[in-house]
């Protein structure tokens, strides 16, 4: 519904005959009415006095004030205390009470309206007839159209009830019927104003007339129409300004003081309004002179309305803002259904303590404001940091480096969509978490009975078969790891912390991938968009789905917290407009996974900080943390989710409009690419988050958490291949022929297992084989022989083609002509056709001497 427009004062006038006829017509009615005990008479044009009465008697008689709204306030923590920081409204007002109103302001509205207010029922006959006969002499003016205070605050109230309706056409008609100037419509205003006059006090319908007229620009009410155009109370006015603001009623949008254009309808209808005061002896003359003399440019102050979130007080919390809005808006407190709850909020002032941490979300602001450009060009960036206590799902921070703009005007620098929250809240669908959802696949490989110090593969390949839901699905899935030199064997302590995803692949291989989804549900995580949390694809192991940065920092707060979820929650306390605390959202925690597990998972991504690819996120006060970072597989998605044992911060990076920019390519601008960043900003935002939430160190796992239900792959080299086949059979491996290699020892024996022997692999795993073709041996250790000893040893292990170096090793006395070293070195493998170089000890300067050449 648009502004209100309609003076809710001003009468439409009509025809000197019709006046005519009207006057004489309500004469006699007014003589009826007093007759009947109605007093004071009507007076409306047009009508026969018979018919009048009838549509009279027939109209109902009462109309309740009832709540007006009002502004909602929100607050945050801030410096430890609640502080305002955001006013929403549906309509910019604040109701006062009678005492708190200016004696000017009063003065003014029964002086400029009203004088006979206090004396009449709701309906002034005098008036009446002077307007008549005005309409008769060519129209109102500014004479007044017979409607006394009680009157207008009759259609005030009909006004305000049409902008309650549910839906905007609703709310056009009613609100149309409301302000249109017929008969049975003046006629049914003032019977309910003579009701309200019988139910009501004198102080209680002014009051709420000050409180309920409109007075342009925006702003409902004598306070909030003294804030926005003179920044100050409705409290203390002069008389000068009390007028003025009353001067505005009748025609609000020509005579408000939002712009100097308008001020001089503005004080023609002041100036009158101050006569009146100074005629009734509210004003003294010099007071009355000093009023008329001032100019609305002395004492205009256009203030605008703090009004939406867009406005809110503290840098980087109007996301926020938004996001609790929505929440208290799905709040019982406000009423039963979401009809009830949108009206309850509609008509306001309900004082709303939010858990935002206003300093240190305005930190996280500058951080992103540093690090993640809002205007950067190349590609659309988007940035966020979330941070929530991790004992009770309280949202501590939101920040996003783009600004807040609800205008859906196109800006590089602005956006209405919240990245931080799921599609319902903030309209964005989400973001591919890459490998922090491994976390997932850690938390499921620990309570399957697999221990942190079992030994995977970190091969790239095309890995087949997986189990889903039991059943076996051969998927062929390639998998790549995100750097070179990757692909070798990794304990899932080192895989972890290194974030291998092929370590990671054969990890899932062992479980069931509808496990490793539940596991992720049980922590709160889901897709943004509302849909299924996809697992049937096993690339979702690696994080492809799309997940909202709050998901996961809620996740890693509940491992923080021993494996309590907390669902999120951003609203402490409601408290309704009559003071009533209504309570805020419940915390609601459960035990999602064993802590066990939960102390396994962070054992195991304390490595990420402390040498693996987080390398640079342990804060200088020491702080226990973990961390996993995550990359999708083009980089244009960057996150790096941790905590302490209280608080979990995510941080998040990225393309926001399905671009695939590489965030390792692109310069911040400050101190090397967007996404090289990472752990330096993720540290800095929880540095001041350690200093007001201290954490305490977590808890070890056990070693049965650390080695599982796993054992050590056997020794078998030089073993024969059956012996080998055996002796893994028999720790529980299963024995794969990796062929013939060059090797030391008889051709046929085994050479060499992958894993090798000791590590730690899980029943069923496969242990590689590989035998020796016999065609190498180990160089022997012939240090401090003779030559020819030397070259006798050489030959017995195999090794025909012995050279002898012409650079010697300083020596001499005893060690001279004796053997210094030989290449390959001693002990190494070297196939037996290769040649051995000797190299000999010379003299003290490292000459030759004579004797051995």
């Not at 003081?257 to 001020?263: A, E, F, G, I, M």
């Not at 049937?536 to 979820?565: D, H």
Request: hydrophobic letters at 35%; aromatic letters at 8%.
């Amino acid at each position: 519904m648009s502004a209100q427009k309609t003076s809710a004062s001003r009468t439409k006038p009509v025809s000197a005959v019709g006046a005519f006829i009207g006057f004489v017509g309500f004469s006699a009615l007014a003589g009826l009415l007093v007759t009947i005990g109605v007093t004071p008479a009507i007076a409306v044009a047009g009508v026969t006095t018979t018919s009048t009465i009838g549509v009279f008697e027939s109209l109902p008689e009462y109309i309740e004030i009832g709540d007006l709204p009002q502004r909602n306030e929100l607050y945050a923590y801030q410096g430890g205390k609640s502080v305002h920081f955001a006013t929403l409204y549906d309509q910019n007002r604040e109701e006062l009470k009678f005492d708190q109103i200016s004696e000017q302001l009063k003065n003014a509205a029964i002086d400029g309206e009203d004088k006979r207010f206090y004396d009449h029922g709701g309906v002034d006959m005098t008036s009446l007839v002077r307007a008549g006969v005005g309409s008769i002499a060519g129209g109102l003016g500014d004479s007044g159209g017979g409607s006394t205070l009680t009157m207008q605050l009759v259609r005030n109230i009909k006004m305000q009830q049409a902008l309650e309706l549910p839906t905007k056409d609703e709310q056009e008609k009613a609100y149309k019927e409301a302000v249109e100037q017929t008969i049975p419509r003046k006629l049914e205003e003032m019977k309910l104003a003579i009701g309200l006059a019988k139910k009501y006090s004198k102080k209680e319908i002014l009051t709420a007339y000050l409180n309920i007229a409109y007075f342009g620009d925006q702003t409902y009410g004598v306070q909030a129409a003294a804030q926005h155009y003179y920044n100050k109370s409705a409290t203390d006015l002069t008389p000068a300004e009390a007028a003025s603001l009353i001067a505005i009623v009748q025609y609000p949008e020509a005579r408000n003081l939002s712009t100097p254009k308008k001020y001089d309808a503005n004080v023609a209808r002041r100036n009158v309004i101050l006569r009146s005061m100074y005629a009734q002896k509210n004003l003294t003359e010099d007071e009355y002179r000093k009023a008329r003399l001032a100019k609305p440019a002395d004492y205009v102050h256009l203030t605008q309305p703090s009004q939406g979130c867009r406005a809110s007080v503290g840098d980087g919390s109007q996301f926020f803002c938004d996001y609790a809005k929505k929440v208290v808006l799905e709040m019982s407190q406000l009423g039963s259904s979401q009809k009830a709850r949108d009206k309850a909020w509609r008509n306001g002032g309900y004082k709303i303590q939010t858990t935002l941490n206003l300093d240190l979300n305005a930190q996280q602001k500058q951080l992103l404001n540093t690090y993640d450009n809002k205007a950067e060009t190349n590609f659309a960036l988007g940035a966020t940091l979330n941070s929530i206590e991790a004992g009770s799902g309280r949202i501590i921070t939101m920040a996003q480096n783009k600004d807040f703009d609800e205008s859906l005007k196109s800006a590089a620098t602005s956006t209405s969509l919240n990245y931080s929250v799921d599609e319902k809240y903030g309209s964005s669908k989400g973001f591919q978490t890459g490998s922090t959802y491994k976390l997932f696949t850690l938390l499921d490989w620990v309570k399957s009975g697999h221990g942190l110090n079992e030994t995977v593969s970190g091969a790239e390949r095309t890995v087949s078969p997986w189990t889903i839901g039991g059943q076996t699905v051969n998927t062929p899935y390639p998998v790549t790891n995100d750097a070179p030199g990757e692909g070798h064997n990794w304990s899932v302590l080192g895989a972890t912390a290194n974030s291998i995803n092929g370590a990671f692949a054969s990890m899932a291989q062992k479980l069931d991938l509808q496990d490793i989804r539940d596991i992720a549900q049980s922590l709160g995580v889901h897709r943004a968009d509302g849909g299924e949390l996809q697992y049937m694809n096993p690339s979702a192991i690696l994080g492809t789905n799309e997940i909202a940065p709050m998901t996961m920092a809620a996740a890693y707060a509940a491992v923080a917290n021993n494996g309590i979820y907390c669902k999120p929650i951003a609203i402490d306390q409601i408290t309704s407009p009559s003071g009533k605390q209504l309570g805020g959202q419940a915390k609601d925690c459960q035990q999602a996974v064993d802590p066990a597990f939960a102390q396994a998972a962070i054992y195991a991504m304390k490595g990420t900080i402390r040498s693996g690819t987080a390398v640079g996120a342990q804060t200088a006060d020491g702080t226990q943390m973990f961390a996993k970072t995550g990359t999708t597989d083009e980089a244009d998605q960057i996150w790096l989710v941790g905590a302490s044992s209280r608080v979990a911060t995510a941080y998040w990076q990225g393309n926001t409009d399905g671009g695939k920019n590489n965030l390792r390519h692109f310069s911040n601008g400050v101190n090397g690419t967007y996404a090289g960043v990472r752990a330096d900003v993720w540290k800095q935002a929880m540095t001041p988050i350690n200093a007001l939430y201290p954490a305490g160190g977590f808890t070890d796992p056990g070693q049965g958490a650390i080695r599982g239900n796993s054992s050590p792959v056997p020794n078998v080299a030089g073993k024969s291949a059956d012996e080998a086949r055996s002796l893994i059979a028999g720790a529980g491996f299963r024995y794969v022929d990796g062929g013939q290699r060059p090797g030391t020892g008889q051709p046929g024996s085994v050479e060499s297992t992958s894993p090798a022997s000791g590590a730690l692999l899980s029943s069923d795993s496969t242990v590689t084989v590989y035998t020796s073709d016999g065609s190498q041996a180990n160089v022997p250790d012939v240090a401090g022989t003779s030559l020819d000893g030397a070259r006798s040893r050489l030959g017995e292990a195999g090794f025909a083609n012995v050279a002898v170096s012409d650079e010697y090793a300083k020596g001499g006395g005893k060690k001279t002509c004796r053997v210094a070293a030989v290449d390959p070195a001693a002990d190494a493998a070297a196939a037996k056709d290769s040649t051995v170089t000797i190299q000999l000890f010379g003299d003290k300067n490292g000459k030759a001497p004579e004797r051995c050449k």
